[in-house]
């Protein structure tokens, strides 16, 4: 059984996450939204995000400003504010402490996450959530799918990340869930163990290397 886990990083956008909410629900999925701190400050974008939340979604840390990988640096005062001040703007609307860092187009490796980091977010008993397919949905707004379906194939479980941000490849999320739907895949709200080396600050898992 081929599992399926949907995860959408940088938006809320006002332009384009009632649209996602509103085929989500339609399909009766769920996912989890890793939010920006910085963009959780405009109020229309934080009620986007309130409601996400209220229809079942999990919301998640996605770094304050969305502009330093984590595996440059050691600082620990850059560390703190791009994951603790991030977690302090999402307040009430995190979903336990879910961080996703930020990876420079979704590549997995040592630049994602430094010694201070990992220290910071064991300390902060956070839950660092990873992924397994990236399909550059901002790059090809309408060919995305493809090999989104691509790596749901090759693998047991998929965690995708996609961008729920005004780039038009959002249009095509229902033909995505369809074809995989009728390809039998199984949606999970859960995160495959594999895409989650750290659980509520313990290391149980590989980190990017």
């Not at 995305?144 to 729920?164: C, I, K, N, S, Y």
Request: glycine share 10%; with cysteine.
């Amino acid at each position: 059984m081929r599992r399926l886990t949907l995860s959408f990083d940088n938006g809320p956008s006002r332009a384009v996450t009632p649209g996602v909410l509103d085929v989500l629900a339609s399909y009766g999925v769920t996912a989890t939204f890793f939010v920006c701190g910085r963009d959780v400050a405009e109020p229309a974008r934080r009620d986007l995000v309130a409601r996400a939340k209220a229809a079942g979604h999990r919301i998640g840390n996605h770094t304050l400003t969305h502009t330093i990988e984590l595996g440059t640096t050691d600082d620990a005062t850059v560390v703190a504010r791009e994951i603790g001040d991030a977690q302090d703007a999402l307040g009430d609307l995190a979903t336990e402490r879910f961080f996703r860092p930020y990876g420079a187009g979704g590549v997995l490796g040592p630049r994602l996450l430094g010694r201070e980091a990992v220290r910071y977010l064991c300390d902060g008993a956070y839950t660092c959530v990873l992924w397994n397919s990236v399909p550059r949905d901002w790059e090809d707004p309408e060919g995305w799918p493809e090999r989104a379906l691509a790596d749901v194939e090759r693998q047991d479980w998929t965690l995708v990340v996609l961008h729920d941000v005004p780039t038009g490849a959002m249009d095509a999320l229902p033909r995505f869930l369809n074809r995989a739907r009728h390809a039998g895949v199984t949606f999970a709200s859960e995160l495959p163990p594999s895409c989650v080396p750290i659980v509520r600050g313990e290391v149980v898992g590989p980190l990017p290397a």
